[in-house]
Protein backbone atom coordinates (compact mmCIF):
# COMPACT_ATOMS: atom_id res chain seq x y z
CA UNK A 1 0.00 0.00 0.00
CA UNK A 2 1.26 3.86 -0.87
CA UNK A 3 0.61 6.57 1.17
CA UNK A 4 1.12 10.25 1.06
CA UNK A 5 0.52 11.69 4.44
CA UNK A 6 0.20 15.47 4.72
CA UNK A 7 0.91 18.42 7.60
CA UNK A 8 -0.87 21.14 5.22
CA UNK A 9 -0.73 25.32 5.49
CA UNK A 10 -2.46 27.77 3.07
CA UNK A 11 0.00 30.20 3.71
CA UNK A 12 3.13 28.98 5.36
CA UNK A 13 4.79 25.83 4.74
CA UNK A 14 3.20 22.12 3.90
CA UNK A 15 4.84 19.34 4.56
CA UNK A 16 3.96 15.74 2.65
CA UNK A 17 5.43 12.16 3.13
CA UNK A 18 5.37 9.58 0.18
CA UNK A 19 5.38 6.30 1.68
CA UNK A 20 5.54 2.50 0.70
CA UNK A 21 4.92 -0.12 3.33
CA UNK A 22 5.17 -3.29 1.24
CA UNK A 23 8.17 -2.54 -0.66
CA UNK A 24 10.99 0.27 -1.39
CA UNK A 25 10.52 3.11 -4.73
CA UNK A 26 13.26 4.92 -6.22
CA UNK A 27 13.61 8.29 -5.64
CA UNK A 28 16.30 11.36 -6.39
CA UNK A 29 18.09 12.58 -3.23
CA UNK A 30 20.86 15.46 -2.92
CA UNK A 31 24.00 13.21 -1.09
CA UNK A 32 26.04 15.28 1.31
CA UNK A 33 27.95 16.42 -1.61
CA UNK A 34 24.93 18.45 -2.67
CA UNK A 35 24.91 16.03 -5.64
CA UNK A 36 21.53 14.49 -7.18
CA UNK A 37 21.87 10.47 -6.30
CA UNK A 38 19.47 7.89 -7.32
CA UNK A 39 18.03 5.91 -3.94
CA UNK A 40 15.73 2.96 -2.89
CA UNK A 41 13.99 4.25 0.22
CA UNK A 42 9.72 3.52 1.77
CA UNK A 43 9.85 6.69 2.74
CA UNK A 44 10.14 10.54 1.40
CA UNK A 45 10.37 13.80 2.62
CA UNK A 46 9.07 17.26 1.23
CA UNK A 47 7.94 20.37 1.76
CA UNK A 48 6.62 23.56 -0.42
CA UNK A 49 6.41 27.41 0.73
CA UNK A 50 4.11 29.47 -0.27
CA UNK A 51 1.56 32.27 1.03
CA UNK A 52 -1.06 31.51 -1.84
CA UNK A 53 -3.00 27.83 -0.69
CA UNK A 54 -3.57 27.15 -4.26
CA UNK A 55 0.24 26.86 -4.93
CA UNK A 56 -0.38 24.65 -1.46
CA UNK A 57 -2.62 22.10 -3.59
CA UNK A 58 -1.11 22.59 -6.81
CA UNK A 59 2.34 21.19 -4.81
CA UNK A 60 0.24 18.45 -3.33
CA UNK A 61 -1.69 17.49 -6.61
CA UNK A 62 1.61 17.60 -8.72
CA UNK A 63 3.08 14.77 -5.66
CA UNK A 64 -0.01 12.51 -6.39
CA UNK A 65 0.05 12.39 -9.73
CA UNK A 66 3.75 11.38 -9.91
CA UNK A 67 3.87 9.01 -6.52
CA UNK A 68 0.68 7.64 -7.09
CA UNK A 69 -1.10 6.67 -3.77
CA UNK A 70 -3.67 4.82 -2.87
CA UNK A 71 -4.09 7.03 0.94
CA UNK A 72 -4.23 10.42 1.65
CA UNK A 73 -4.40 11.47 5.29
CA UNK A 74 -3.96 14.88 6.10
CA UNK A 75 -3.76 16.43 9.32
CA UNK A 76 -6.79 18.43 10.25
CA UNK A 77 -8.38 20.83 12.52
CA UNK A 78 -12.06 22.07 13.26
CA UNK A 79 -10.59 24.58 15.97
CA UNK A 80 -10.87 28.23 14.68
CA UNK A 81 -8.85 30.50 16.80
CA UNK A 82 -9.18 33.70 14.62
CA UNK A 83 -10.56 34.40 11.43
CA UNK A 84 -8.12 35.58 9.40
CA UNK A 85 -6.77 34.79 5.77
CA UNK A 86 -4.20 32.32 7.39
CA UNK A 87 -7.30 30.21 8.80
CA UNK A 88 -9.64 30.83 6.05
CA UNK A 89 -7.00 29.90 3.37
CA UNK A 90 -6.03 26.70 5.38
CA UNK A 91 -9.73 25.69 5.33
CA UNK A 92 -9.68 26.31 1.79
CA UNK A 93 -7.08 23.67 1.31
CA UNK A 94 -9.09 21.06 3.52
CA UNK A 95 -11.92 21.33 1.17
CA UNK A 96 -9.47 20.77 -1.68
CA UNK A 97 -7.75 17.75 -0.45
CA UNK A 98 -10.69 15.91 0.35
CA UNK A 99 -11.75 16.28 -3.68
CA UNK A 100 -8.75 15.04 -4.35
CA UNK A 101 -10.16 11.91 -5.09
CA UNK A 102 -12.91 13.03 -7.49
CA UNK A 103 -10.74 13.85 -10.53
CA UNK A 104 -8.10 11.47 -9.85
CA UNK A 105 -9.94 8.05 -9.23
CA UNK A 106 -7.84 5.92 -8.45
CA UNK A 107 -7.12 7.42 -4.63
CA UNK A 108 -9.00 5.04 -2.97
CA UNK A 109 -9.39 6.88 0.15
CA UNK A 110 -8.83 10.32 2.26
CA UNK A 111 -8.61 10.73 5.70
CA UNK A 112 -7.81 13.28 8.24
CA UNK A 113 -6.26 13.12 11.62
CA UNK A 114 -6.87 15.59 14.49
CA UNK A 115 -4.14 17.90 14.63
CA UNK A 116 -4.17 17.38 18.76
CA UNK A 117 -3.61 14.35 18.43
CA UNK A 118 -0.15 14.59 15.94
CA UNK A 119 0.76 17.44 18.47
CA UNK A 120 0.79 15.69 21.55
CA UNK A 121 2.19 12.82 20.19
CA UNK A 122 5.11 14.97 18.81
CA UNK A 123 5.72 16.51 22.38
CA UNK A 124 5.85 12.91 23.59
CA UNK A 125 8.91 12.47 21.32
CA UNK A 126 10.43 15.88 22.30
CA UNK A 127 10.20 14.73 25.79
CA UNK A 128 10.71 11.39 26.01
CA UNK A 129 7.77 10.13 27.93
CA UNK A 130 4.75 8.63 27.38
CA UNK A 131 1.30 10.23 27.53
CA UNK A 132 -0.65 11.34 30.31
CA UNK A 133 -4.27 9.99 31.48
CA UNK A 134 -5.20 13.50 30.12
CA UNK A 135 -4.13 13.19 26.39
CA UNK A 136 -4.88 9.31 26.84
CA UNK A 137 -8.56 10.28 27.29
CA UNK A 138 -8.20 12.34 23.90
CA UNK A 139 -7.10 9.26 22.17
CA UNK A 140 -3.68 9.95 21.71
CA UNK A 141 -1.78 6.42 23.20
CA UNK A 142 -0.63 6.07 26.44
CA UNK A 143 2.72 4.30 24.66
CA UNK A 144 4.66 4.65 21.67
CA UNK A 145 3.15 3.00 18.72
CA UNK A 146 6.60 0.94 17.05
CA UNK A 147 6.52 3.35 13.86
CA UNK A 148 7.26 6.10 16.51
CA UNK A 149 11.08 5.21 16.95
CA UNK A 150 12.16 6.15 13.72
CA UNK A 151 12.06 9.83 14.51
CA UNK A 152 14.81 10.88 17.31
CA UNK A 153 14.58 14.62 18.36
CA UNK A 154 17.62 16.37 19.65
CA UNK A 155 17.64 19.61 21.37
CA UNK A 156 20.10 22.53 21.03
CA UNK A 157 22.79 23.43 18.60
CA UNK A 158 22.86 21.06 15.47
CA UNK A 159 19.41 19.44 17.16
CA UNK A 160 15.80 18.96 15.73
CA UNK A 161 13.89 15.92 14.29
CA UNK A 162 16.20 13.11 12.55
CA UNK A 163 14.17 10.25 10.46
CA UNK A 164 16.37 7.03 10.54
CA UNK A 165 15.65 4.99 7.85
CA UNK A 166 16.09 0.93 7.11
CA UNK A 167 19.34 0.60 5.94
CA UNK A 168 20.37 2.79 8.83
CA UNK A 169 20.45 6.18 6.85
CA UNK A 170 19.59 9.13 9.29
CA UNK A 171 17.88 11.98 7.75
CA UNK A 172 17.48 15.68 9.36
CA UNK A 173 13.78 16.72 8.77
CA UNK A 174 11.74 19.89 9.50
CA UNK A 175 8.94 19.82 12.49
CA UNK A 176 6.74 20.03 9.44
CA UNK A 177 7.63 16.73 7.32
CA UNK A 178 8.17 15.25 11.47
CA UNK A 179 4.24 16.12 11.57
CA UNK A 180 2.85 15.00 8.26
CA UNK A 181 4.76 11.66 9.37
CA UNK A 182 3.17 11.16 12.46
CA UNK A 183 -0.16 11.72 10.86
CA UNK A 184 0.79 8.16 9.09
CA UNK A 185 1.61 6.95 12.46
CA UNK A 186 -1.66 7.57 13.71
CA UNK A 187 -3.40 6.28 11.03
CA UNK A 188 -1.99 3.28 10.69
CA UNK A 189 -2.65 2.83 14.74
CA UNK A 190 -6.38 3.60 14.25
CA UNK A 191 -6.64 1.19 11.52
CA UNK A 192 -4.74 -1.56 13.49
CA UNK A 193 -7.36 -0.88 16.26
CA UNK A 194 -10.56 -0.98 14.07
CA UNK A 195 -9.39 -4.84 13.19
CA UNK A 196 -8.73 -5.80 16.08
CA UNK A 197 -12.12 -4.17 17.10
CA UNK A 198 -13.96 -6.48 14.37
CA UNK A 199 -11.68 -9.32 15.11
CA UNK A 200 -13.15 -9.37 18.62
CA UNK A 201 -16.63 -9.78 17.64
Not at 54 to 78: A, C, Q
Not at 159 to 181: C, L, M, P, S
Not at 183 to 193: G, L
Amino acid sequence: MKYITIDPSGTGTTALVCISDDKPFKVKVLDEKGEEVMIETYFYFSEEKDKEWKEHLNYIIKMVKNFKPDVIVFEETDFIKMMGNDMKHLFKLFGAIECIQYFIPEIKKIWGIKADQVKVLRRQICSGIKASEKYTNHNVYSRFPEQVKHITFKDGRGGGYFFTHANGRKEKITVHQADAYLVYVIYKENERRYFEKRKGK
